[in-house]
């Protein structure tokens, strides 16, 4: 068994499928084998353990995750002792733990999403027996607190504020897998992002399926004041939050974020059609003069905000009208940028049943177009910048391009050079350069 080996450090690899909110996981359960003695391996051929955190938001990140468990088989017949987990919300889906096991039977632990913060128990009951460890519970879990983490997003950092979501929109399989919504006390977020500045972090990330709906289930809270408590923790700092509900932004919320000098001046808020009719087909519970208004309202207290969205084509019965709708709103909006999706049909799902399915070619065409028209959108915000100082805080090295790069408060990308190592530093550009959705600038 590992845990008898002298002198060797017992290695851990984990891949991570999906959004920000499964990085964020994957980061707890990299702190929780840390703090089991585990280090990080270069690759799955050295790892004692080796962790998929799986997303079933869309069927391609499905697809890859049980490609990339399937090409372990010959790893595990050569290392038997190797362990191998699968968790996250592929496998929290009705039935899918048993499908799983069945599919591939040297998976050696299967969890899900509410039972994730028990992984350390997973992995000690599988070190002590020969047979497969699977947990999958049905229902959502009290919050855990104090999981320990290894952040690996330095200087940025992900803060959970609340679990699950209430919405059910009908395309999304999120509230079956991940539970209802429930809120973390407000003084443990503020705490946490207390120490995470204390740590040296610059850019905080509040986390959460429905973020504006937070303290709904709490007394006397709600993530304007929230916000407004972050924002006066001490020290020079940044704050983001993802991912936002068009029925639930409201005034208060961006009172909150002009007033402060914290929070970015820029809001993801994703909009998904501009239809009414496939709106209401969607359950999302506002129509487009509903968001248009908030967009209205958005730009009356912050003029230059940047605003993101996701948006999806393809949706059942969709026409070429309602597209159009989609095209007309996106020109009105003048989005700073667009995750754009053609509709994935997930099983459970309402959608998933309805009549109408579009024809993938047909889905294909309005993407394109619907890309093409964000592209030019893009270019022509990025041209804005030429010319002019903006501040950058510093993420990362891209040693594709020999360069440093980070974001400004609007959320746009920048390339520069340093003599110096600079990542975690605000520092000041001068754009000379740019491109689609980047930026390219001589530091000052």
């Not at 040693?399 to 790069?405: L, Q, R, T, V």
Request: glycine share 6%.
């Amino acid at each position: 068994m590992i845990f008898s080996m002298e002198n060797y450090t017992k290695k851990y690899f984990i891949t991570t499928y999906g959004c920000q909110m499964n990085l964020h996981e994957s980061e707890k359960i990299a702190g929780i084998l840390t703090s089991m003695g585990y280090s990080l391996a270069k690759s799955e051929d050295c790892a004692d353990v080796i962790v998929f955190n799986t997303c079933c938001i869309r069927e391609n990140a499905e697809d890859r995750a049980e490609g990339n468990i399937g090409a372990l088989k010959q790893l595990k017949k050569a290392r038997k002792d190797v362990i191998i987990a699968v968790g996250g919300c592929m496998t929290q889906q009705n039935g899918f733990a048993e499908k799983l096991h069945k599919k591939f039977p040297f998976v050696d632990i299967i969890f899900g999403t509410h039972n994730l913060e028990n992984f350390k128990s997973l992995l000690t009951k599988k070190l002590a027996q020969k047979k497969s460890v699977i947990e999958v519970l049905e229902k959502e879990t009290e919050i855990v607190e104090g999981t320990p983490k290894t952040r690996t997003s330095y200087p940025n950092a992900w803060v959970n504020i609340t679990y699950g979501c209430n919405n059910f929109c009908t395309y999304c399989i999120v509230p079956y897998v991940r539970g209802r919504e429930r809120s973390r006390k407000m003084q443990d977020i503020v705490s946490e992002c207390e120490s995470l500045i204390k740590e040296g972090y610059k850019e905080i990330t509040l986390l959460g399926q429905n973020v504006n709906s937070y303290g709904n289930d709490l007394p006397d809270a709600n993530f304007p004041t929230l916000i407004e408590r972050i924002s006066k923790i001490n020290g020079n700092f940044r704050l983001r939050f993802m991912t936002n509900h068009p029925k639930d932004f409201n005034e208060d919320l961006i009172k909150a974020i002009a007033s402060s000098d914290k929070v970015c001046k820029s809001v993801h808020l994703p909009v998904q059609a501009g239809a009414n009719r496939i709106l209401k087909l969607m359950n999302r519970k506002y129509t487009r003069e509903d968001y248009l208004e908030k967009v209205k309202l958005l730009r009356k207290y912050l003029p230059d905000i940047s605003i993101t969205t996701d948006i999806m084509v393809g949706f059942p019965t969709e026409t070429d009208n309602d597209f159009y709708d989609t095209i007309d709103l996106v020109k009105q909006v003048e989005f700073a940028g667009a995750f754009t999706f053609i509709y994935s049909k997930r099983e459970g799902t309402p959608a998933s049943k309805m009549d109408g399915q579009i024809d993938e070619n047909v889905s294909k065409k309005r993407i394109t177009q619907l890309i093409d028209l964000q592209n030019s959108i893009n270019r022509k915000q990025s041209e804005s910048y030429l010319g002019k100082t903006v501040e950058i805080l510093c993420e990362d090295f891209d040693e594709k391009k020999n360069m440093y790069m980070g974001r400004d408060t609007y959320g746009r990308m920048a390339y520069f050079t340093s003599e110096n190592n600079v990542i975690g530093q605000f520092v000041n550009v001068k754009i000379t350069k740019t491109g689609g959705i980047s930026l390219l600038g001589i530091l000052q």
